[in-house]
Protein backbone atom coordinates (compact mmCIF):
# COMPACT_ATOMS: atom_id res chain seq x y z
CA UNK A 1 0.00 0.00 0.00
CA UNK A 2 1.31 3.62 -1.11
CA UNK A 3 2.35 4.99 2.39
CA UNK A 4 -0.57 8.30 1.98
CA UNK A 5 0.02 8.20 5.92
CA UNK A 6 3.20 10.40 5.67
CA UNK A 7 1.17 13.54 4.44
CA UNK A 8 -0.12 13.21 7.81
CA UNK A 9 2.89 13.00 9.82
CA UNK A 10 3.82 15.73 12.63
CA UNK A 11 6.46 18.16 11.00
CA UNK A 12 9.57 17.05 12.23
CA UNK A 13 8.99 13.01 12.41
CA UNK A 14 10.54 11.45 9.51
CA UNK A 15 9.58 8.94 7.45
CA UNK A 16 11.66 6.28 8.27
CA UNK A 17 14.63 5.33 11.23
CA UNK A 18 17.80 3.81 10.68
CA UNK A 19 17.65 0.26 11.83
CA UNK A 20 21.37 -0.99 11.38
CA UNK A 21 22.65 0.08 14.20
CA UNK A 22 20.39 -0.34 16.72
CA UNK A 23 23.17 -2.82 18.83
CA UNK A 24 21.51 -3.93 21.94
CA UNK A 25 19.40 -2.99 24.42
CA UNK A 26 22.25 -3.85 27.16
CA UNK A 27 24.68 -2.00 24.99
CA UNK A 28 21.99 1.16 24.86
CA UNK A 29 21.44 1.14 28.55
CA UNK A 30 25.34 0.85 29.04
CA UNK A 31 25.81 4.49 26.90
CA UNK A 32 22.97 6.48 29.09
CA UNK A 33 24.97 5.23 32.14
CA UNK A 34 27.54 7.22 30.52
CA UNK A 35 25.76 10.64 29.40
CA UNK A 36 23.38 10.34 32.42
CA UNK A 37 25.03 8.46 35.48
CA UNK A 38 23.36 10.75 38.33
CA UNK A 39 20.34 11.60 36.81
CA UNK A 40 17.54 9.20 38.03
CA UNK A 41 16.67 6.55 36.07
CA UNK A 42 13.45 4.25 38.43
CA UNK A 43 11.90 5.56 41.38
CA UNK A 44 9.38 3.97 43.46
CA UNK A 45 6.87 5.79 43.10
CA UNK A 46 4.75 4.79 46.84
CA UNK A 47 7.66 4.99 48.77
CA UNK A 48 9.81 8.22 47.05
CA UNK A 49 13.07 6.14 46.43
CA UNK A 50 14.87 6.50 42.71
CA UNK A 51 17.73 5.01 41.82
CA UNK A 52 20.27 6.24 39.79
CA UNK A 53 21.43 5.12 36.03
CA UNK A 54 24.82 4.65 37.71
CA UNK A 55 23.43 2.50 40.70
CA UNK A 56 21.46 0.57 37.96
CA UNK A 57 24.69 -0.48 36.04
CA UNK A 58 26.09 -1.73 39.01
CA UNK A 59 22.93 -3.84 40.13
CA UNK A 60 22.34 -5.04 37.18
CA UNK A 61 25.98 -6.04 36.47
CA UNK A 62 25.58 -7.76 40.09
CA UNK A 63 22.78 -9.81 39.03
CA UNK A 64 24.15 -10.48 35.18
CA UNK A 65 27.58 -11.92 37.19
CA UNK A 66 25.56 -14.00 39.12
CA UNK A 67 23.52 -15.63 36.60
CA UNK A 68 26.88 -16.01 34.13
CA UNK A 69 29.76 -16.85 37.07
CA UNK A 70 27.68 -17.94 39.64
CA UNK A 71 24.85 -20.14 38.01
CA UNK A 72 27.17 -20.74 35.07
CA UNK A 73 24.09 -20.34 32.73
CA UNK A 74 24.73 -20.64 29.06
CA UNK A 75 24.08 -17.14 27.05
CA UNK A 76 20.50 -17.69 25.78
CA UNK A 77 19.39 -19.00 28.91
CA UNK A 78 15.54 -17.66 29.90
CA UNK A 79 15.06 -16.17 33.08
CA UNK A 80 11.83 -15.48 34.24
CA UNK A 81 10.90 -12.21 36.27
CA UNK A 82 7.49 -12.60 38.74
CA UNK A 83 6.79 -9.58 40.41
CA UNK A 84 4.59 -6.19 39.79
CA UNK A 85 6.29 -2.37 39.46
CA UNK A 86 9.65 -2.69 42.14
CA UNK A 87 12.69 -1.48 41.65
CA UNK A 88 14.02 -5.23 41.47
CA UNK A 89 12.13 -5.29 38.00
CA UNK A 90 14.68 -3.48 35.66
CA UNK A 91 17.41 -4.14 38.00
CA UNK A 92 16.67 -8.32 37.05
CA UNK A 93 15.78 -7.22 33.51
CA UNK A 94 18.83 -5.06 32.73
CA UNK A 95 21.06 -7.79 34.29
CA UNK A 96 19.63 -11.34 32.53
CA UNK A 97 19.77 -8.93 29.13
CA UNK A 98 23.36 -7.58 29.37
CA UNK A 99 24.24 -11.08 30.13
CA UNK A 100 22.73 -12.29 26.65
CA UNK A 101 19.61 -13.78 28.36
CA UNK A 102 16.08 -13.85 27.34
CA UNK A 103 13.59 -12.89 29.67
CA UNK A 104 10.63 -14.45 30.80
CA UNK A 105 7.92 -11.86 31.76
CA UNK A 106 5.58 -13.15 34.03
CA UNK A 107 2.29 -11.74 35.41
CA UNK A 108 2.42 -12.01 38.94
CA UNK A 109 -1.04 -12.95 39.39
CA UNK A 110 -0.74 -16.30 37.17
CA UNK A 111 -2.48 -19.47 39.37
CA UNK A 112 -0.16 -22.18 39.42
CA UNK A 113 -1.51 -24.17 36.20
CA UNK A 114 -0.65 -20.88 34.01
CA UNK A 115 2.71 -20.30 35.85
CA UNK A 116 3.40 -23.86 34.96
CA UNK A 117 2.45 -23.75 31.70
CA UNK A 118 4.15 -20.68 30.94
CA UNK A 119 7.28 -21.82 32.63
CA UNK A 120 7.84 -25.36 30.77
CA UNK A 121 7.01 -23.71 27.41
CA UNK A 122 9.82 -20.93 27.82
CA UNK A 123 12.06 -23.65 29.25
CA UNK A 124 13.33 -21.28 32.11
CA UNK A 125 15.34 -22.08 34.41
CA UNK A 126 15.82 -19.68 36.68
CA UNK A 127 12.97 -17.33 38.08
CA UNK A 128 13.10 -13.99 40.41
CA UNK A 129 9.79 -13.51 42.27
CA UNK A 130 7.69 -11.54 44.88
CA UNK A 131 7.67 -13.45 48.53
CA UNK A 132 3.75 -12.46 48.05
CA UNK A 133 3.89 -14.90 44.68
CA UNK A 134 6.45 -17.88 46.49
CA UNK A 135 3.40 -20.22 47.20
CA UNK A 136 2.21 -20.38 43.45
CA UNK A 137 5.38 -21.63 42.53
CA UNK A 138 6.03 -23.72 45.35
CA UNK A 139 2.88 -25.83 43.43
CA UNK A 140 4.05 -26.05 40.21
CA UNK A 141 7.56 -26.05 40.41
CA UNK A 142 8.16 -29.48 40.30
CA UNK A 143 6.81 -29.84 36.41
CA UNK A 144 8.82 -26.95 35.37
CA UNK A 145 12.48 -26.88 34.16
CA UNK A 146 13.16 -24.03 37.17
CA UNK A 147 16.36 -24.96 39.08
CA UNK A 148 17.20 -21.94 40.52
CA UNK A 149 14.91 -19.44 42.69
CA UNK A 150 15.25 -15.71 43.66
CA UNK A 151 12.58 -14.43 45.74
CA UNK A 152 12.29 -10.77 46.97
CA UNK A 153 10.39 -8.83 49.32
CA UNK A 154 8.86 -5.34 48.21
CA UNK A 155 11.00 -3.28 50.40
CA UNK A 156 14.92 -5.04 49.14
CA UNK A 157 15.54 -1.72 47.17
CA UNK A 158 14.28 0.85 49.69
CA UNK A 159 17.41 1.43 52.14
CA UNK A 160 17.01 1.59 55.46
CA UNK A 161 14.68 2.38 57.54
CA UNK A 162 11.81 2.24 54.67
CA UNK A 163 13.08 -1.48 53.85
CA UNK A 164 12.19 -2.71 56.95
CA UNK A 165 9.09 -0.56 57.32
CA UNK A 166 7.97 -2.13 54.59
CA UNK A 167 8.72 -5.31 55.17
CA UNK A 168 6.88 -5.10 58.42
CA UNK A 169 3.66 -3.67 56.89
CA UNK A 170 3.21 -6.59 54.23
CA UNK A 171 4.46 -9.25 56.58
CA UNK A 172 2.89 -8.33 59.65
CA UNK A 173 0.27 -6.01 59.28
CA UNK A 174 -1.10 -7.07 56.13
CA UNK A 175 -0.36 -10.58 55.71
CA UNK A 176 0.35 -10.62 52.30
CA UNK A 177 3.17 -13.17 52.11
CA UNK A 178 1.34 -16.57 52.09
CA UNK A 179 3.26 -19.77 53.80
CA UNK A 180 5.57 -21.40 51.25
CA UNK A 181 8.28 -23.54 50.90
CA UNK A 182 10.85 -23.39 48.51
CA UNK A 183 14.09 -24.33 49.88
CA UNK A 184 16.74 -24.11 48.01
CA UNK A 185 15.76 -20.44 47.01
CA UNK A 186 17.79 -17.30 48.00
CA UNK A 187 16.84 -14.11 48.95
CA UNK A 188 17.18 -10.95 46.22
CA UNK A 189 20.13 -9.39 48.57
CA UNK A 190 22.14 -12.67 48.62
CA UNK A 191 22.01 -12.47 44.85
CA UNK A 192 22.88 -9.18 44.31
CA UNK A 193 26.07 -9.77 47.12
CA UNK A 194 26.92 -12.93 45.51
CA UNK A 195 26.82 -11.40 42.09
CA UNK A 196 29.50 -8.40 43.30
CA UNK A 197 31.94 -10.77 44.22
CA UNK A 198 31.48 -12.86 41.25
CA UNK A 199 33.56 -11.88 37.71
CA UNK A 200 30.78 -10.62 35.28
CA UNK A 201 32.61 -11.02 31.25
CA UNK A 202 30.46 -8.53 28.68
CA UNK A 203 29.32 -10.64 25.71
CA UNK A 204 28.21 -10.40 22.31
CA UNK A 205 24.98 -9.37 21.81
CA UNK A 206 23.45 -9.00 18.26
CA UNK A 207 20.55 -6.84 17.18
CA UNK A 208 18.95 -9.90 16.01
CA UNK A 209 19.03 -12.13 19.26
CA UNK A 210 16.26 -12.99 21.33
CA UNK A 211 15.75 -10.21 24.02
CA UNK A 212 11.94 -11.64 25.16
CA UNK A 213 9.61 -14.51 25.09
CA UNK A 214 6.35 -12.00 25.64
CA UNK A 215 3.46 -14.44 26.28
CA UNK A 216 0.47 -14.07 24.86
CA UNK A 217 -2.86 -15.75 24.29
CA UNK A 218 -4.07 -17.48 21.52
CA UNK A 219 -7.30 -18.58 19.28
CA UNK A 220 -6.93 -22.30 20.63
CA UNK A 221 -6.42 -20.64 24.22
CA UNK A 222 -3.14 -22.12 24.71
CA UNK A 223 -0.59 -19.15 25.45
CA UNK A 224 2.44 -18.76 23.49
CA UNK A 225 5.85 -16.96 23.35
CA UNK A 226 6.69 -14.00 21.20
CA UNK A 227 10.23 -13.82 20.41
CA UNK A 228 11.23 -10.33 20.47
CA UNK A 229 14.75 -9.22 19.65
CA UNK A 230 16.78 -6.65 20.88
CA UNK A 231 16.13 -5.09 17.19
CA UNK A 232 12.76 -5.40 17.80
CA UNK A 233 12.47 -3.56 20.78
CA UNK A 234 14.73 -1.07 20.23
CA UNK A 235 13.32 -0.11 16.68
CA UNK A 236 10.15 0.47 18.21
CA UNK A 237 11.89 2.65 21.05
CA UNK A 238 13.18 4.59 18.30
CA UNK A 239 9.87 5.02 16.54
CA UNK A 240 8.44 6.44 19.97
CA UNK A 241 10.92 8.72 19.87
CA UNK A 242 11.07 10.02 16.99
CA UNK A 243 6.98 10.43 17.09
CA UNK A 244 7.47 12.40 20.38
CA UNK A 245 11.18 14.62 19.30
CA UNK A 246 9.24 17.43 17.96
CA UNK A 247 7.54 18.28 21.11
CA UNK A 248 9.83 18.20 23.73
CA UNK A 249 12.51 20.52 25.17
CA UNK A 250 15.90 18.08 25.49
CA UNK A 251 16.84 20.08 28.39
CA UNK A 252 13.81 19.39 30.45
CA UNK A 253 13.47 16.62 32.61
CA UNK A 254 11.67 13.76 31.39
CA UNK A 255 9.53 12.39 33.53
CA UNK A 256 7.23 8.80 32.38
CA UNK A 257 4.56 7.22 34.86
CA UNK A 258 4.45 3.76 34.63
CA UNK A 259 1.56 2.40 36.35
CA UNK A 260 0.81 -0.42 33.48
CA UNK A 261 2.55 -3.50 34.70
CA UNK A 262 5.98 -3.79 33.32
CA UNK A 263 5.58 -7.56 32.48
CA UNK A 264 2.75 -6.14 30.06
CA UNK A 265 4.38 -5.06 26.53
CA UNK A 266 2.66 -2.01 26.32
CA UNK A 267 5.00 -0.81 29.73
CA UNK A 268 7.78 -3.03 28.61
CA UNK A 269 8.22 -0.87 25.32
CA UNK A 270 7.85 2.14 27.02
CA UNK A 271 10.27 1.59 29.66
CA UNK A 272 12.94 0.50 27.24
CA UNK A 273 12.63 3.85 25.00
CA UNK A 274 12.45 5.86 28.09
CA UNK A 275 15.88 4.21 29.41
CA UNK A 276 17.41 5.01 25.75
CA UNK A 277 16.68 8.56 26.01
CA UNK A 278 17.88 8.76 29.97
CA UNK A 279 14.18 9.34 31.13
CA UNK A 280 12.94 9.30 34.66
CA UNK A 281 10.63 6.24 35.26
CA UNK A 282 8.23 6.74 37.83
CA UNK A 283 6.76 2.53 38.86
CA UNK A 284 3.52 2.32 39.87
CA UNK A 285 3.01 -0.67 41.90
CA UNK A 286 -0.63 -0.80 42.28
CA UNK A 287 -2.84 1.67 40.37
CA UNK A 288 -6.26 0.07 41.40
CA UNK A 289 -5.48 1.90 44.24
CA UNK A 290 -6.93 5.22 42.83
CA UNK A 291 -6.19 7.56 45.80
CA UNK A 292 -2.29 6.12 46.27
CA UNK A 293 -1.70 6.55 42.90
CA UNK A 294 -3.40 9.93 42.68
CA UNK A 295 -0.63 11.03 45.54
CA UNK A 296 2.15 9.94 43.04
CA UNK A 297 0.94 12.02 40.09
CA UNK A 298 0.73 14.64 42.59
CA UNK A 299 4.83 14.50 43.37
CA UNK A 300 6.02 14.49 40.39
CA UNK A 301 5.85 16.69 37.32
CA UNK A 302 5.45 14.20 34.65
CA UNK A 303 5.80 14.96 30.90
CA UNK A 304 3.80 11.06 30.12
CA UNK A 305 2.00 9.17 31.09
CA UNK A 306 1.04 5.83 29.21
CA UNK A 307 -2.72 4.13 30.24
CA UNK A 308 -4.90 1.78 29.55
CA UNK A 309 -8.66 3.38 29.47
CA UNK A 310 -9.91 2.24 32.50
CA UNK A 311 -6.91 3.62 34.29
CA UNK A 312 -7.75 7.02 32.83
CA UNK A 313 -11.45 6.68 33.86
CA UNK A 314 -10.35 5.76 37.59
CA UNK A 315 -8.38 8.78 37.89
CA UNK A 316 -11.12 11.15 36.29
CA UNK A 317 -13.63 10.02 39.16
CA UNK A 318 -11.09 10.79 41.39
CA UNK A 319 -11.89 14.14 43.33
CA UNK A 320 -8.33 14.65 44.02
CA UNK A 321 -7.33 14.19 40.49
CA UNK A 322 -8.01 17.87 39.37
CA UNK A 323 -5.77 19.19 42.06
CA UNK A 324 -2.69 17.54 40.09
CA UNK A 325 -0.25 19.48 38.35
CA UNK A 326 -0.04 19.26 34.45
CA UNK A 327 1.90 22.05 34.04
CA UNK A 328 4.60 19.59 32.16
CA UNK A 329 2.32 16.86 30.88
CA UNK A 330 2.72 16.95 27.19
CA UNK A 331 1.62 13.38 25.85
CA UNK A 332 -1.01 11.10 27.72
CA UNK A 333 -1.15 8.00 25.40
CA UNK A 334 -3.82 5.33 25.87
CA UNK A 335 -3.66 1.74 24.60
CA UNK A 336 -4.06 -1.68 24.97
CA UNK A 337 -7.90 -1.73 24.57
CA UNK A 338 -9.92 1.14 23.07
CA UNK A 339 -10.56 4.63 24.90
CA UNK A 340 -13.83 5.49 25.00
CA UNK A 341 -14.76 9.45 24.42
CA UNK A 342 -16.28 10.03 27.28
CA UNK A 343 -13.38 9.33 29.40
CA UNK A 344 -11.00 11.07 26.50
CA UNK A 345 -13.07 14.25 26.84
CA UNK A 346 -13.52 14.40 30.66
CA UNK A 347 -9.79 13.84 30.41
CA UNK A 348 -9.19 16.69 28.14
CA UNK A 349 -11.12 18.95 30.38
CA UNK A 350 -9.39 18.67 33.62
CA UNK A 351 -5.44 18.01 32.29
CA UNK A 352 -6.12 20.22 29.26
CA UNK A 353 -4.13 17.51 27.13
CA UNK A 354 -5.63 15.39 24.75
CA UNK A 355 -5.90 12.12 25.04
CA UNK A 356 -4.15 10.04 22.56
CA UNK A 357 -4.91 7.09 21.30
CA UNK A 358 -2.62 4.51 19.68
CA UNK A 359 -2.92 0.48 18.87
CA UNK A 360 -0.21 -2.36 18.96
CA UNK A 361 0.38 -5.60 20.26
CA UNK A 362 2.57 -7.87 21.70
CA UNK A 363 4.08 -9.54 18.64
CA UNK A 364 4.68 -5.61 17.40
CA UNK A 365 7.09 -4.95 20.57
CA UNK A 366 4.31 -3.29 21.02
CA UNK A 367 3.60 -0.35 18.99
CA UNK A 368 1.77 0.09 15.28
CA UNK A 369 0.31 3.21 15.04
CA UNK A 370 -0.17 6.49 17.13
CA UNK A 371 -2.26 10.02 16.52
CA UNK A 372 0.26 12.75 15.81
CA UNK A 373 1.04 13.91 19.30
CA UNK A 374 0.10 17.65 17.91
CA UNK A 375 -4.26 16.22 18.05
CA UNK A 376 -6.18 19.23 19.76
CA UNK A 377 -8.85 16.53 20.69
CA UNK A 378 -9.88 12.98 20.39
CA UNK A 379 -10.88 11.73 17.02
CA UNK A 380 -11.80 7.74 17.68
CA UNK A 381 -8.92 6.74 15.45
CA UNK A 382 -5.99 4.77 16.24
CA UNK A 383 -3.85 6.94 14.49
CA UNK A 384 -1.07 6.93 11.82
CA UNK A 385 1.82 4.07 11.44
CA UNK A 386 4.74 4.71 13.04
CA UNK A 387 7.81 5.53 10.87
CA UNK A 388 9.15 2.50 9.28
CA UNK A 389 5.89 0.42 9.08
CA UNK A 390 3.88 -1.19 6.35
CA UNK A 391 0.48 -1.78 6.42
CA UNK A 392 -2.12 -3.51 4.46
CA UNK A 393 -5.87 -3.75 4.48
CA UNK A 394 -6.78 -7.17 2.94
CA UNK A 395 -9.42 -9.50 2.65
CA UNK A 396 -9.80 -13.03 3.38
CA UNK A 397 -8.22 -14.11 0.19
CA UNK A 398 -5.13 -11.79 1.20
CA UNK A 399 -5.91 -9.30 -1.80
CA UNK A 400 -5.32 -5.93 -0.83
CA UNK A 401 -8.57 -3.73 -0.36
CA UNK A 402 -9.23 0.14 -1.69
CA UNK A 403 -9.39 3.12 1.12
CA UNK A 404 -12.22 3.26 3.16
CA UNK A 405 -13.15 -0.60 2.86
CA UNK A 406 -12.83 -2.74 6.00
CA UNK A 407 -10.34 -6.05 6.04
CA UNK A 408 -7.55 -7.63 8.07
CA UNK A 409 -5.06 -4.88 9.02
CA UNK A 410 -1.48 -6.42 8.23
CA UNK A 411 1.76 -5.02 9.86
CA UNK A 412 5.36 -5.10 8.08
CA UNK A 413 8.53 -3.57 10.50
CA UNK A 414 11.24 -3.76 12.20
CA UNK A 415 9.25 -4.08 15.41
CA UNK A 416 7.60 -7.26 14.24
CA UNK A 417 8.06 -10.46 16.10
CA UNK A 418 10.59 -13.17 15.30
CA UNK A 419 7.89 -15.64 15.33
CA UNK A 420 5.96 -17.82 17.99
CA UNK A 421 8.41 -19.87 20.15
CA UNK A 422 8.80 -23.54 19.13
CA UNK A 423 5.81 -23.06 17.22
CA UNK A 424 6.02 -22.87 13.77
CA UNK A 425 2.23 -23.50 12.59
CA UNK A 426 1.70 -20.42 14.68
CA UNK A 427 4.06 -18.55 13.09
CA UNK A 428 3.05 -19.74 9.42
CA UNK A 429 -0.59 -19.03 10.35
CA UNK A 430 0.08 -15.09 11.65
CA UNK A 431 2.94 -14.33 8.75
CA UNK A 432 1.83 -13.73 5.21
CA UNK A 433 3.96 -14.96 2.31
CA UNK A 434 5.42 -11.40 1.65
CA UNK A 435 6.47 -10.90 5.33
CA UNK A 436 3.26 -9.43 6.67
CA UNK A 437 1.95 -10.32 9.93
CA UNK A 438 -1.92 -10.72 10.48
CA UNK A 439 -2.93 -8.94 13.60
CA UNK A 440 -6.47 -10.39 13.08
CA UNK A 441 -8.43 -6.93 13.97
CA UNK A 442 -10.63 -5.62 11.50
CA UNK A 443 -9.86 -2.10 10.34
CA UNK A 444 -10.50 0.84 7.75
CA UNK A 445 -7.61 3.87 6.69
CA UNK A 446 -9.03 6.77 5.47
CA UNK A 447 -7.23 9.24 2.66
CA UNK A 448 -5.93 10.76 4.82
CA UNK A 449 -3.82 7.54 6.20
CA UNK A 450 -5.62 7.53 9.87
CA UNK A 451 -6.65 3.42 11.11
CA UNK A 452 -9.75 3.10 12.62
CA UNK A 453 -10.62 -0.83 14.33
CA UNK A 454 -13.85 -1.91 13.52
CA UNK A 455 -14.24 -5.42 14.54
CA UNK A 456 -12.28 -8.09 15.70
CA UNK A 457 -11.77 -11.13 14.07
CA UNK A 458 -10.21 -13.18 17.12
CA UNK A 459 -12.79 -13.67 19.50
CA UNK A 460 -10.12 -12.11 22.31
CA UNK A 461 -11.71 -10.22 25.34
CA UNK A 462 -9.51 -7.40 26.46
CA UNK A 463 -10.24 -6.48 30.47
CA UNK A 464 -8.81 -3.23 30.93
CA UNK A 465 -6.15 -3.74 28.49
CA UNK A 466 -5.70 -7.36 29.14
CA UNK A 467 -6.21 -9.88 26.61
CA UNK A 468 -8.72 -13.04 27.71
CA UNK A 469 -8.93 -15.95 25.45
CA UNK A 470 -12.57 -17.60 25.37
CA UNK A 471 -11.25 -20.78 24.70
CA UNK A 472 -8.82 -20.60 27.94
CA UNK A 473 -11.40 -19.80 30.56
CA UNK A 474 -13.88 -22.17 28.17
CA UNK A 475 -11.84 -24.89 29.17
CA UNK A 476 -11.69 -24.51 33.07
CA UNK A 477 -15.51 -23.91 33.24
CA UNK A 478 -16.21 -27.50 31.13
CA UNK A 479 -14.16 -28.90 33.63
CA UNK A 480 -16.91 -28.37 36.42
CA UNK A 481 -18.72 -31.58 36.43
CA UNK A 482 -21.97 -29.68 36.33
CA UNK A 483 -21.43 -28.24 32.86
CA UNK A 484 -22.84 -29.23 29.96
CA UNK A 485 -21.38 -26.77 27.57
CA UNK A 486 -20.14 -23.19 28.09
CA UNK A 487 -19.08 -20.17 25.66
CA UNK A 488 -17.26 -17.55 27.15
CA UNK A 489 -17.61 -13.62 25.26
CA UNK A 490 -16.58 -10.71 26.22
CA UNK A 491 -19.69 -7.67 27.45
CA UNK A 492 -19.68 -3.48 27.53
CA UNK A 493 -18.13 -3.00 31.12
CA UNK A 494 -17.55 0.61 32.27
CA UNK A 495 -15.08 -0.06 34.69
CA UNK A 496 -13.19 -2.64 32.78
CA UNK A 497 -14.14 -1.85 28.76
CA UNK A 498 -15.33 -5.57 28.93
CA UNK A 499 -15.96 -8.31 31.15
CA UNK A 500 -16.12 -11.86 30.76
CA UNK A 501 -19.51 -13.56 30.60
CA UNK A 502 -20.13 -16.90 30.61
CA UNK A 503 -23.58 -18.88 28.81
CA UNK A 504 -23.59 -22.05 30.12
CA UNK A 505 -25.68 -25.21 29.34
CA UNK A 506 -26.53 -26.92 33.14
CA UNK A 507 -26.14 -31.24 33.36
CA UNK A 508 -27.60 -30.33 36.87
CA UNK A 509 -30.19 -27.64 37.95
CA UNK A 510 -28.46 -26.79 41.21
CA UNK A 511 -25.28 -25.14 39.48
CA UNK A 512 -25.40 -21.57 40.63
CA UNK A 513 -23.32 -18.50 39.07
CA UNK A 514 -21.30 -18.52 42.47
CA UNK A 515 -20.44 -21.59 42.28
CA UNK A 516 -18.77 -21.38 38.80
CA UNK A 517 -17.30 -18.53 39.31
CA UNK A 518 -15.75 -19.36 42.50
CA UNK A 519 -14.75 -22.49 40.20
CA UNK A 520 -13.00 -20.17 37.82
CA UNK A 521 -11.22 -18.24 40.41
CA UNK A 522 -8.93 -21.50 41.65
CA UNK A 523 -7.36 -21.63 37.87
CA UNK A 524 -7.68 -18.08 36.21
CA UNK A 525 -5.77 -14.94 37.19
CA UNK A 526 -8.25 -12.67 38.70
CA UNK A 527 -8.45 -10.45 35.17
CA UNK A 528 -10.03 -13.67 33.20
CA UNK A 529 -12.11 -14.70 36.22
CA UNK A 530 -16.15 -14.20 34.65
CA UNK A 531 -17.89 -11.25 35.66
CA UNK A 532 -21.56 -12.93 34.89
CA UNK A 533 -22.83 -15.81 34.18
CA UNK A 534 -26.55 -16.68 32.38
CA UNK A 535 -27.81 -20.26 31.67
CA UNK A 536 -29.62 -20.83 28.54
CA UNK A 537 -31.09 -23.96 27.82
CA UNK A 538 -28.90 -24.77 24.20
CA UNK A 539 -26.20 -21.99 23.03
CA UNK A 540 -26.87 -20.66 19.71
CA UNK A 541 -24.73 -23.02 16.52
CA UNK A 542 -23.93 -22.66 13.25
CA UNK A 543 -24.94 -25.47 10.94
CA UNK A 544 -21.92 -27.40 11.35
CA UNK A 545 -22.31 -27.09 15.23
CA UNK A 546 -19.84 -24.44 15.19
CA UNK A 547 -20.99 -21.88 19.05
CA UNK A 548 -21.81 -18.45 17.42
CA UNK A 549 -19.86 -16.03 19.71
CA UNK A 550 -20.81 -13.08 17.98
CA UNK A 551 -24.40 -14.12 18.68
CA UNK A 552 -23.94 -14.41 22.31
CA UNK A 553 -21.66 -11.00 21.89
CA UNK A 554 -24.49 -9.49 20.45
CA UNK A 555 -27.13 -11.04 23.02
CA UNK A 556 -24.77 -9.68 25.87
CA UNK A 557 -24.65 -6.14 24.43
CA UNK A 558 -27.90 -6.01 24.22
CA UNK A 559 -28.50 -6.73 27.99
CA UNK A 560 -25.18 -4.38 29.19
Same mark, same amino acid.
Given at each position: ? $? ?24 ? %? ?37 ? /?????? /? ?10 ? #??? +? ?9 ? @? ?6 ? #? ?7 ? $? ?6 ? =?????? /? ?28 ? &? ?6 ? &?????? %? ?28 ? @?? =? ?6 ? +?? *? ?7 ? !? ?5 ? #? ?13 ? &? ?22 ? =? ?19 ? @? ?41 ? !? ?7 ? =? ?16 ? *????? *???? #? ?74 ? @? ?17 ? &? ?17 ? $? ?20 ? %? ?25 ? $? ?12 ? /? ?12
Amino acid at each position: M $EKIWLKSYSPGVPAEIGVDALGAIGE %KFEASVRAYGDRIAFVSGAAGVGITYRELDVHSRNVAAW /LQSVLK /LPQGSRVALMMP #NLL +QYPVCLLGALR @AGYVVVNV #NPMYTAREL $EHQLADSG =AVAIVI /LENMAHVLEKAIGRTPIRHVVVTGVGDLLG &FPKKHLAH &FVVRRL %KKMVPPFSLPDAIPFAQMLARGAAARFDPV @AV =ASDDLAFL +QY *TGGTTGVSK !GAMLTHR #NLLANARQAEVWSDP &FLDPNDEFILVTAIPLYHIFALGS =AVSHIARGGVNVLVADPRNTA @AFVKVLAKYRFVSLPAVNTLFNSLIHHPDFAKVDFGKLRFAIG !GGAAVQKAV =ADRWQQITGVPLCEGYGL *TECSP *TVTC #NPLDITEYNGAIGLPMPSTEISIRDEEGQELPIGAPGELCVRGPQVMKGYWNRPDETARVMTPDGYLRTGDVATID @ARGFLRIVDRKKDMIIVSG &FNVYPNEVEQVVALHPHVL $EVAAVGVPDEASGEAVKLYVVR %KDASLTAEALIAHCRESLTAYKVPKLV $EFLDELPKSNVGKV /LRRALRERGARAH
